[in-house]
């Protein structure tokens, strides 16, 4: 027998292939045109959806919303079902019926219906379940879930250092730590650059410590050099006599008796003191010198940035080439600029001394735009008939930083938030 029948239906039929076709034709694929869904009425669907959509676990059953996504791909119970809008499954739909039922469910399990609102395929909730629970589909999720994890963590997570110490639990009868600020045994490095110094009455060698309480003292022919922590160096002149009080997180301080000495600080506003008996030197990030008479009267000169010299009753801001004389009893005089005129510097130096010798004319006569910084410093200390001259010599003097609100009346009476803000507008002029 040829068997030319089977492979292109020519040739003479056997009688059992075609019985076999008979009973078997029913099952033939029978192509059929691709039916597109309607993107517009899609998106009109799930703009709005409609009354008979429901709930089902956590997907909206005839929605978009499948395994709580939104558009696009989407997941039936952990089953990934496609493209989320052409997919639903809708609550009007019959349920499943078993095989005894009179009205067998005419969809195949697994085969999408057709929705007739959408003209969308319809997954049916037995083909849902049924992909859900594929055990295939659970073992390469929690295999994709695994290698994420690893590469996370391999990304992440440095590899050990071998040779960095192994972290040990605390013991717990070890001594707590002090959280005080350093004491006087730790204090601050000292170098001796010329002579003999002392620290403590004991010689200093060639490098030694500043502890706390201790005196630093110099003769004529010595000289030191200290580090003021981590902040700052201080070059001590001969004839000096020096305490340390404190170093600390929060401020650093010196008190100086008698001397010469040159500070340089890199550090916040107010970290540094120097103790005087007319004032007190508060750093406000500068380099200056410092000096101080066997009488206890002194002079402060400012090589860059600002010093504040603080005393009971007053306080003096000497900026960068101005100089200060403080005394004892009356605290900081009246700063000046160094390149102002003698006339000027010499009227200046005895105030706070005797205000009834006061050369007032002078000092006005004297004055220039930027020595505006010693006129502000005497309006306080002045009666109100030279206060209004001083007012008014300013003004003069630097029209560009007088404030349109500040009134002769407000400084009159020294408001203190009208002095201030004059005082802030003057500061470029210094």
Sequence with gaps: MKDDYLWDGTGPPDPEIERLEATLGGLAARP?????????????????????????????????????????????????????????????????RSPGDQEPDPTPVGVAGQDPALGAPVLHLRAARKLASTPWLWALAAALALALAGWVIAALWPPADPDLPVAQAPDPDAATPDPRPPRAAEGWEIARTAGAPTVGGAALGDLGRLGVGQWLETDQGSRAKVQIAQI???????????????????????????????????????LFFVETPGATAVDLGCAYT???????????????????????????????????????????????????????????????????????????????????????????????????????????????????DLTREAVMRLDKAAVERWQEALVDLW
């Design 232 to 270: 700052g160096t201080l070059d001590v002149e001969g004839d000096t006599r020096l305490r340390l009080k404190a170093t600390d997180d929060r401020e650093h301080r010196l008190e100086l008796a008698q001397g010469t000495i040159h500070a340089r600080v890199l550090a916040p506003p107010r």
């Design 290 to 404: 410092l000096q101080v008479r066997p009488d206890g009267a002194g002079v402060l000169s400012v090589d860059s940035g600002y010093v504040a010299l603080e005393g009971p009753d007053r306080v003096a801001l000497v900026p960068a080439g101005a100089s200060c004389r403080t005394r004892p009893l009356t605290g900081p005089g009246v700063p000046w600029f160094r390149d102002a005129s003698p006339e000027l510097i010499s009227a200046l130096d005895g105030v706070g001394l005797s205000w009834g010798d006061l050369d007032l004319d002078t000092i006005l006569a004297e004055s220039r735009p930027r020595d505006t910084l010693s006129l502000w410093h005497l309006l306080p200390d002045l009666p109100p008939a030279q206060r209004g001259l001083v007012f008014d010599r300013m003004v003069a003097l630097a029209p560009e930083a007088h404030p349109p």
């Design 32 to 96: 059929a045109p691709l039916d597109l869904p309607d993107r517009a009425a899609q998106a009109a669907r799930i703009a709005k959806p409609r009354a008979d959509d429901a709930l089902v676990g956590d997907a909206l059953v005839g929605g978009a919303l499948v395994g709580g996504a939104l558009g696009g791909d989407a997941f039936v119970g952990d089953a990934f079902v496609g493209d989320a809008p052409e997919i639903g499954l809708r609550a009007s739909e019959p349920a499943p």
